[in-house]
Each structure stands twice: as C-alpha cells, then as structure tokens.
C-alpha cells in the first residue's frame, strides 16, 4: 500500500514540536556505488529539511535503496522520507541501530534487511518536552493505523504504543521474522568488498533463529522535539 501523502501532512501539521526521542546529529547522506546499482547511505539523525534534501538527490538519479543508520529525529521529515520510500519501492538496509522513526523508514521499504548485529527500536511519540500528554498519544494512535496500512505486524504496532517515549523496546526476531527481515547486506560494492553474497546468505530472520533483543523496553535518553 502507499503512504497516502495528505494522511502524513495531518498527521505532521499539529506536530511541529513534537518528535519521538533523541537524536545527534543530521543526516548525512552519500551515494554508494553497488554491483546492484547505487545505494545512498545515510547517518546521523533526521532533522528538518533533510526530506527536502533527500527528495532533491532522488529526482536527479536512480537509486536501487537505502542504507541506514539512525537514532531517531524529525517526525514529520521521517514520515515524508518513508512516504517516499514506500512511493519509489525503494529496499532499505539497516546498517546498524535504527530507532524511532528511522524504524517507521524501515517498515515502508519494498524490501528489508539488516546486519546481524543491527536493533530496531521502537517507542511512542512525545511532545517538545521529551513527555507524553493527549495531542502525543492521539499521535501515536494515528501514527499505529498507518503502520497497519503498511502491513506492519500488530505485535510491533503494540510495542510502539506501550512503549513511553523516555524508552525504547526492541524488536524480537519473531517481530523480524513477520516483517520479512533477512539478515544479509542486499548491495555489493562495486570493488568487490561487500559484506555478503545475496545468493548464499538471504535467509530471513526466522530460519536463523537469532534474538534481536530482549523485547523489554531499556531506558533511552531524551531529548526535546526528536526522534529516537
């Protein structure tokens, strides 16, 4: 299904102060030559503006997906980025920890790995002061009924509303297994040097039976108007 573009745009008006939890620093954000084509590879945390960013380098090239690391950051730029990953049919690959809404990038990718040391986390949203109130948990909720249109298992839209913003649960390799997530970098590097062979290593989470986290939530630290 397609992240419907006005949905996000209601969503991400009332919540120009709100974010999920802490971030560091932007996005950076690199083209990668792949023996699959070229990947861009972002770091950092999602801040405002870097959807406008990243929307002008998709329009000037063809890219095959995304590597991602991040801890969070901008909601309303995070949703724009996974509407546009979703729209393009794009593959996202998770290089290391994605949190927040770098998780809800990863849920709209047409395809999902990650490395086998990688956490995804999830949390509810919170206001500019890092807490929960009503217009936040209204937002969650809105936020939990797109996810379903993206075919996001109920057990992970669970974890994403009990979980305060102050925290963080991580997914399981259950919750992995059901989002179709396999455990292998999708993109060569074009000098031969990537991180694993599609062909021999593409097994889902569920065959390799390896526990991702604990399921538990852990304590995360805060930071006003952003993402975790």
């Known amino acids: 299904m ?17 974010a ?3 971030p560091a620093g932007a ?14 590879r972002l770091r950092g945390d999602v801040r405002v503006g870097d959807y406008g960013r990243l929307k002008t380098i998709l329009q000037n090239g063809t890219f095959v997906g995304l590597e991602i690391r991040s801890g969070g950051g901008s909601l309303e730029d995070g949703l724009d980025i996974a509407r546009v990953v979703r729209d393009k049919g794009l593959v996202v690959y998770a290089s290391k920890e994605c949190d927040s809404v770098c998780a809800f990038i ?58 305060p913003p102050a925290k963080i649960a991580f997914l399981t390799s259950r919750d992995l297994a059901a989002l179709n997530v396999h455990r292998t970098n999708p993109f060569r590097r074009n000098d031969g040097t990537a991180s694993a062979n599609r062909s021999q290593e593409a097994r889902s989470v569920s065959t390799l039976g390896i526990n991702v986290g604990s399921g538990a939530t852990a304590q995360a630290g805060q930071s006003p108007a952003r993402h975790h």
Do not use: W
């Not at 992240?3 to 120009?16: D, E, G, W």
């Not at 996005?27 to 861009?40: A, D, N, P, Y």
């Not at 990688?118 to 209204?138: F, L, P, T, Y």
């Open 20 to 22: 999920l939890a802490h």
């Open 2 to 18: 397609t992240l419907n573009s006005r949905i996000i745009l209601k969503l991400a008006m009332p919540l120009m102060l709100v």
């Open 27 to 40: 996005f950076q954000i690199k083209r990668v030559g792949t023996e699959s084509g070229v990947v861009l």
């Open 106 to 163: 990863f849920f709209a990718a047409k395809e999902r790995y990650m490395c086998r040391g990688c956490k995804i986390g999830v949390h509810s949203v919170s206001n500019d002061c890092g807490k929960e109130d009503a217009d936040s948990a209204r937002t969650t909720v809105q936020m939990s009924r797109l996810l379903v249109g993206l075919g996001v298992p109920y057990s992970i839209i669970g974890k994403i509303v009990a979980t």
